[in-house]
Structures are given as structure tokens and as C-alpha cells.
């Protein structure tokens, strides 16, 4: 038995002790915990200290309780697979999405119109409330079965001038770069990630164990005149993926010599 000599409430003792034998190899990622019997008699106390012990762990994100199988130490190992946001295209004028091509599409696209928000107002400098056409796919990468939620935001003043998207707002990013290049746009791009922690159907939609935030990646599209043209969101479990970016040089302006 381990004796519990440290200050605090005795569940947060528990955890204390379970997270030195986690963090020290003694149980090794993946494995499985000791039963609640075990644990009772390694560190002496009752069924409820243990229980609100494994609660705390489990809301720290170092263990996974799995119904009908126990408690589970979860994987310290890197994501499973690594998503590269690189943009090129071809001599022909088609855009290439590396890793677009691995992606399958888990169910049917969801369209609909919808309206900026504070959020997505800011991004595509619009103000709220204005309408946008919208585009949810849930998608699946068949070799790690790693889920992400992508989802198109493109204003209504932006399709206006083509009439594809207006009429197929389903039309994939790639896609729509080459219409909207061929409208006469030179496109650039700008992207932000943030993390945080999923609400509930986001959850539940991409099947994260407990204490598992989310990495939101924002993508605008702009034209020529920098104007927002599009806005692309992706969603997916920080555990499971993480980002690649090729970074260059941008040239500096030449500065012309005063004479």
C-alpha cells in the first residue's frame, strides 16, 4: 500500500500519486489502470476517493475511461497524421490541396444560407448579418480514420459576379480558386488557428475522448484588391492531427532613389 502524506483534499492526493506513476512510466501510456478494488488497497481509501480521483485525471486529459473496459492511461505520442496547408497550382491553372485528395467525404454536404457573425464578419470584413452561402462537410482520412468538420463561408456579394457558386455553393475550395482566378482574380491567402475546447456537438461529431480541445483553422481567400472573397473553417481534434506550413521569403518593395 502507498501511503497519502500530502496536503489537500484525499481524492486530489489519489490523483496526485496516479499522475507521478503516469508521468514516471509506471503506467505506461495505453495501458490499462488499475481496477477501483486495486486502487482502493494500493493507496488505502474509500471507493469514492478513487472515483473523484479518476475524475480529476480524466479532466486533466491523462486518462480515457472507456464504459465497460476501465480507465485507460491515454497516448502521449505525436497526431497521428500531419495536415499540409500548402497551396500550388499547375501549368493548366488547376489548384492543388495537399492531403485534399486523402480526404473522403464521411457523409453528404450540408448547404444552406446563413449570416456573418461577429466572428466570421471580422474575418471577411463584412458586417453582421450580412448573407453568406454556407457548405458543412464532415470528413474522414481513411488511413489514420481521423475526422475533421470543413465547413465554406462565401458572401453573396462575392458570388454574385459568378454564377457557380451561387448555384453550387457545395463546390470545393480548390474549385472554386480556379473560378474565381479565372474571373480575373489574383488570389492570396491569410490563416489563423486557435484551439479551444469543443462544444458539444463538435464533440460528439468528431469523436474526441474527454478533455480534448480542437484546433480551428480560418482561411480567407482574397482577390486582387485584397478584398475577403470566401472564408474556409476546418475543425479537428488537436490528438489526432497537427499542421504543416512551407514558409518564403516575401521580397521587399523596391525603393526607388530620389534624384
Known amino acids: 500500500m502507498t501511503e497519502i502524506q500530502r496536503p489537500g483534499a484525499l481524492y486530489q492526493q489519489v490523483a496526485a500519486a496516479i499522475r507521478e506513476?503516469?508521468?514516471s512510466g509506471e503506467f505506461a501510456p495505453d495501458s490499462l489502470l488499475p481496477s477501483e478494488a486495486q486502487l482502493m488497497t494500493r493507496y488505502g481509501v474509500s471507493r469514492p476517493t478513487v472515483r473523484n480521483a479518476i475524475a480529476a485525471l480524466r479532466a486533466e486529459g491523462l486518462i480515457d475511461v472507456r464504459h465497460g473496459k476501465g480507465s485507460f492511461v491515454r497516448s502521449s505520442g505525436q497526431p497521428v497524421l500531419t495536415i499540409e496547408r500548402r497551396i500550388s497550382r499547375t501549368a493548366e491553372g488547376k489548384f492543388v490541396m495537399h492531403n485534399g485528395e486523402t480526404?473522403?467525404?464521411a457523409e453528404e454536404?450540408?448547404?444552406?444560407?446563413?449570416?456573418?457573425?461577429?466572428?466570421?464578419g471580422r474575418l471577411l470584413q463584412l458586417n453582421e448579418e450580412e448573407s453568406l452561402f454556407g457548405c458543412d462537410r464532415l470528413l474522414i482520412d481513411p488511413g489514420t480514420g481521423t475526422r475533421a468538420m470543413h465547413r465554406t463561408l462565401i458572401p453573396f456579394e462575392a458570388a454574385d459576379g459568378i454564377?457557380?457558386?451561387?448555384?453550387?455553393?457545395r463546390t470545393r475550395p480548390a474549385a472554386i480558386y480556379r473560378l474565381l482566378t479565372q474571373d480575373g482574380h489574383k488570389l492570396t491567402w491569410t490563416e489563423t488557428v486557435s484551439a479551444r475546447m469543443p462544444l458539444p456537438d463538435e464533440r460528439t461529431t468528431l469523436q474526441l475522448p474527454d478533455a480534448t480541445p480542437i484546433l480551428h483553422v480560418a482561411r480567407v481567400t482574397h482577390g486582387t484588391d485584397d478584398r475577403p472573397l470566401f472564408l474556409e473553417e476546418l475543425r479537428f481534434g488537436a490528438d489526432r492531427a497537427e499542421l504543416a506550413y512551407r514558409i518564403t521569403a516575401d521580397k521587399q518593395p523596391t525603393r526607388r532613389r530620389q534624384t
Not at 111 to 118: E, I, L
Not at 163 to 169: D, S, Y
Open 21 to 23: 506513476a503516469i508521468l
Open 103 to 105: 480526404w473522403q467525404e
Open 109 to 120: 454536404p450540408s448547404t444552406y444560407r446563413t449570416r456573418t457573425t461577429k466572428v466570421t
Open 163 to 169: 454564377r457557380m457558386l451561387a448555384e453550387e455553393p
